[in-house]
């Protein structure tokens, strides 16, 4: 079964630019999660997706929004990027059953601010 | 207060040996804990998920849980040179988010 995958994997933009991140879950998965990582802030949940619904939100600016797909893609979407968003954006996919969350991570983008 | 606490190291331990790593968290109604291995570079892999009290073992991976003490680890017995990374403890709670901790870096010497 293939894993998560997240496109582009590295984006360099400047500052006051927006950008669109893209995330495919595993197949069968309908949750998909938005992560930011960074050096001084480690992993920190930006939002959570299921079924083309935000059910959950991170303690993030509205600058930083998503959606998702009927398939289940997601994307993300920063506005108006500031130095400080530059990290690592990290997706993942859960299947969701019951109490059972276990969330399987793509391999990221990389986000450079100018 | 950090909701997820663990020992920032780094950690390092002798190859062979056993790599114990800790974690706590503040919010009682938390349901599932997870840890994963992140190498440098690379995006967390999920190693080793538990639900209830007691030890769950995988290969050389034990997680213990004590909901009661608010503590989770993971012990990696037979440490080898290739699980040198860092490892981090995760938890949900009813909302179904991650928390993540802050990691604990692990090397395994030769």
């Known amino acids: 079964k293939a894993g998560v995958t997240q496109t582009p994997r590295y984006l360099i933009k400047t500052r006051g630019q927006q950008v669109t991140l893209s995330c495919s879950p595993i197949?069968?998965?309908?949750?998909v999660s938005w992560y930011q990582q960074t050096p001084g802030q480690g992993l920190q949940f930006l939002f959570e997706?299921?079924?083309?619904?935000?059910?959950n939100k991170g303690n993030f600016p509205g600058r930083f929004s998503g959606r998702q797909f009927s398939n289940s893609r997601s994307e993300m979407n920063v506005s108006t990027l500031e130095l400080g968003d530059s990290a690592l954006y990290l997706c993942?996919?859960?299947?969701?059953?019951?109490?059972?969350?276990?969330?399987?991570f793509g391999p990221g983008t990389r986000l450079t601010v100018l | 207060q950090k909701e997820v606490e663990q020992n920032s190291g780094p950690l390092s331990v002798p190859e062979g040996a056993i790599a114990s790593l800790n974690c706590t968290y503040s919010?009682?109604?938390?349901?599932?804990f997870f840890w994963y291995r992140q190498y440098s570079g690379k995006s967390p892999e999920l190693i080793m998920s538990?639900?209830?009290?007691g030890d769950k073992e995988d290969g050389r991976f034990t997680a213990q849980l004590n909901k009661a003490s608010q503590y989770v680890s993971l012990l990696i017995r037979d440490s080898q040179p290739s699980d040198s990374a860092t490892y981090l403890c995760a938890v949900s709670g009813s909302a179904r988010q991650l928390t993540f901790g802050s990691g604990t870096q692990l090397t395994v010497l030769p």
């Open positions: 997706y299921f079924s083309e619904t935000q059910r």
């Open positions: 197949s069968g998965h309908r949750s």
């Open positions: 993942a996919s859960s299947f969701q059953r019951e109490t059972l969350n276990e969330q399987f």
């Open positions: 538990i639900y209830s009290n």
């Open positions: 919010d009682r109604v938390s349901q599932s």
